[in-house]
């Protein structure tokens, strides 16, 4: 079955200690993303990666790290996560860059303490 | 910058009316257009896109969505409401040169009435 999956669903962890977010494709798709999901505010682009080693900056990528080593993997790292950063997150990926659809996973929610 | 802004963060319609969601870009090329759709507790799927091709897009479950170069309008419409309908609706944009990014709305709720 063609997915998108994000680990873990859900995380409670507190301010500064390191967490990772995983994000893997079976499509072979080029183009993967993460966003951040807030009220009244709607998706917002942290990363876009266009390929393997290369990624960009999306609007809000303050206090993220993305790396794109594999094809199908893009995981979003927070080196020292704030309260600010609670949120509900996605991954999603497309076939190319531009004017694709892009396929989300489920989301994973993080709260910060 | 490209922008996206939709009208009205929260609509309601009544079973069996029409549905009309708002989307309006700001970009002096027009770029990819897309709605996407959010059930609760859910990620977000594709409704329809439009890519240059012809201006009458239709989608799935019955949305279509006109694309109006002279507006910089995008609004999604459903001739007839159903009660599975109700979920949150996002337009979003890409650009066709220049940098890779996507743009989403804040989204519309659609609450559907019985």
């Known amino acids: 079955e063609a997915q998108v999956t994000q680990n873990p669903r859900y995380l409670i962890t507190v301010t500064g200690k390191k967490l990772t977010v995983t994000c893997s494709q079976n499509?072979?798709?080029?183009?993967m993303s993460w966003y951040r999901q807030d009220p009244g505010l709607g998706l917002r682009q942290i990363y876009y990666?266009?390929?393997?080693?290369?990624?960009d900056k999306g609007d809000v990528p303050e206090g993220y790290k993305v790396s794109r080593k594999e094809k199908r993997n893009f995981p979003l790292i927070l080196e020292s996560p704030s309260p600010n950063q609670t949120s509900l997150y996605f991954c999603?990926?497309?076939?190319?860059?531009?004017?694709?659809?892009?396929?989300f996973g489920p989301g994973t929610r993080l709260l910060v303490l | 910058a490209q922008s996206v802004t939709q009208l009205g963060s929260h609509v309601s319609v009544s079973e069996g009316a029409l549905v009309l969601l708002r989307c309006n870009y700001s970009?002096?090329?027009?770029?990819?257009l897309f709605w996407y759709v959010q059930y609760p507790n859910q990620g977000l799927q594709l409704l329809l896109k439009?890519?240059?091709?012809?201006?009458l897009v239709k989608g799935i479950n019955g949305f279509e969505a006109e694309f109006k170069k002279s507006e910089t309008s995008f609004h999604l419409t459903k001739p007839s409401a159903h009660m599975s309908d109700a979920a949150e609706y996002f337009c979003?944009?890409?650009?066709?040169?220049?940098?890779?990014?996507?743009?989403f709305g804040t989204g519309t709720r659609l609450k559907v009435l019985a």
């Open positions: 979003a944009v890409s650009e066709k040169a220049g940098t890779y990014k996507y743009i």
């Open positions: 499509m072979n798709h080029e183009y």
């Open positions: 990666s266009m390929n393997v080693e290369v990624t």
């Open positions: 970009s002096s090329v027009p770029p990819y």
């Open positions: 999603a990926s497309s076939l190319s860059p531009s004017g694709e659809t892009q396929y």
């Open positions: 439009y890519t240059s091709a012809a201006t």
